[in-house]
């Protein structure tokens, strides 16, 4: 999961974070909002190999967005075609649905981004609006999507 986030932190417009993730940082993010949390992580794996994952956390820090989860997806750059994010998104709904704790997903997504924007609405996401120049990454502003979903 490190090397795949990796790759999208350095190479990539996908995550708005320009720093890499210390072995320290995602054992207790792990532990913190999975293990010891509501939220959710589903890891792919191909031949033994991670092929990709799925996330979800707090969508905002305020107690009454509590019912509402953001998730990100990520898929190794090897695997990206194969089915891997829709059998994380299979995987992961089977487990929201249902779950009384949660009642919308978000998923912000960063432009232009035409394959996750295709993937997410195959998914059931519908656009709820763009913020223009939201993030800077790699010399260039940079817009996002936020994309909903009842659960």
Not at 57 to 83: M, N, Q, T
Not at 126 to 138: D, M, N, W
């Amino acid at each position: 999961m490190a090397a795949i986030y990796t790759h999208y932190v350095l190479n990539t417009t996908t995550t708005f974070n320009t720093e890499v993730r210390t072995p320290r940082e995602w054992v207790d993010r792990y532990q913190g909002e999975v293990r010891d949390g509501r939220y959710h992580l589903i890891v792919a794996e191909m031949a033994g190999v991670v092929a990709g994952y799925v996330e979800t956390h707090r969508f905002r820090p305020k107690p009454a967005y509590d019912r509402s989860l953001e998730l990100s997806v990520y898929v190794a750059p090897g695997a990206i075609g194969g089915g891997v994010g829709a059998a994380l998104f299979e995987a992961l709904f089977a487990r929201l649905d249902g779950d009384e704790r949660f009642h919308r997903a978000y998923s912000i997504i960063a432009l232009p981004n035409d394959v996750s924007v295709a993937f997410h609405e195959r998914w059931g996401f519908v656009h709820r609006g763009t913020l223009y120049e939201a993030g800077h990454k790699f010399g260039r502003y940079l817009d996002v999507a936020y994309y909903e979903r009842a659960l």
